[in-house]
Structure formats: structure tokens, C-alpha cells
């Protein structure tokens, strides 16, 4: 049933998103889209659907909301953004709350170079199914090499009850 909903809402909104990317595992391959929101690129539409090669894990889908502002620090073109997902897995299901904080340029190289962090979590709360809560965690950093493509690595890692993934990535992107 998610997969019904999710899966066109990713596509569709791929055509209008102003960031796309594709995160790359041994394991797992994840697609990830960003969707400013007519009329006001203050907030965005977030997707993300992560294939799972694990026999014992299931795919995972999610879907957020987020609202993306300037940080007060001077000299820097560093963005904060607070967001609420909806995640979902075959057994599990949450609505965390978190926080992200973006830098679109580190330092002066021959490419522009960025940097993600990212924390959300869900207490009991706001968790269903088999889930008692949900902590996930996102750092990553990458280049720029020509104005609207992105190459980068991270690390991610997503816990509900117990570890779901854990797991360093490399990936690529478009901005748009």
C-alpha cells in the first residue's frame, strides 16, 4: 500500500525537485528527493526510498516536511532546517522529529566543497507497528565539480528497536 503511494509521489515529484541523489552501499541503494514547495523555497518536500539487498531486512520508505532557513552566523552559507518523516519498513513505523544543518561552501578549492548533518528521532510516542522509537543519524560531505551535480560520501544510520542500517556510502546528485 505505502509503496502505491510513495513510489509516484518520488517519481512525480522528481521532474519538479530541485535536488535528486542516489546513495550507493554493497548492500543497499537508496534514492533521495528534495521538492521546494511553489512560491516558497523556505520549505520542501523530502522523499527517500532505500532498497535493502539484506535477506533479514526489509526496504524503507520515507516521506517529510521540512522548513529550511539561514543560520545566524556571519561569513558562512551555512543553512538549518527542522523536519518531520514518516518512515516505514515492513515491521516498523515512525514519525521522527530532527534537525539538519547544511554548509553549500567549506572552503576556497578548485571545486566548492559541502558538508550535511543530519539527527532525528522518534520516542515511543511517535512510534508504531513493532517500533519503540527511531534514531537516525547523517553525516556527509562532497564536491561540487560543475554547477548543478554533486559527488559525495557519508555515513548513515538508522535504529529502530535494535540497528536497522549502519553504514558508510559514497553517491551522486543533481541540483536543480
Known sequence: MLKKLVLPLMIGSALMA????????????????NLNIPQNENFQIRGTYLYNDHTDRHNYYSVGFAAIGQTPIDNYNSQISIFVDFDHTKDNTAIPIGISLFNNNIGTFQYPLF????????????????????????????IKPIENAKAFIGYKSVSFNQNYISVGYAGIGFVF
Open 18 to 33: 530541485s535536488d535528486i541523489s542516489m546513495e550507493i552501499t554493497n548492500n543497499t541503494l537508496a534514492g533521495n528527493v
Open 115 to 142: 558538508a550535511k548533518a543530519e539527527v532525528a528521532y522518534a520516542p515511543a510516542i511517535l512510534s508504531f507497528d513493532d517500533a519503540y522509537r527511531e534514531l537516525k543519524t547523517k553525516v556527509e560531505i562532497g
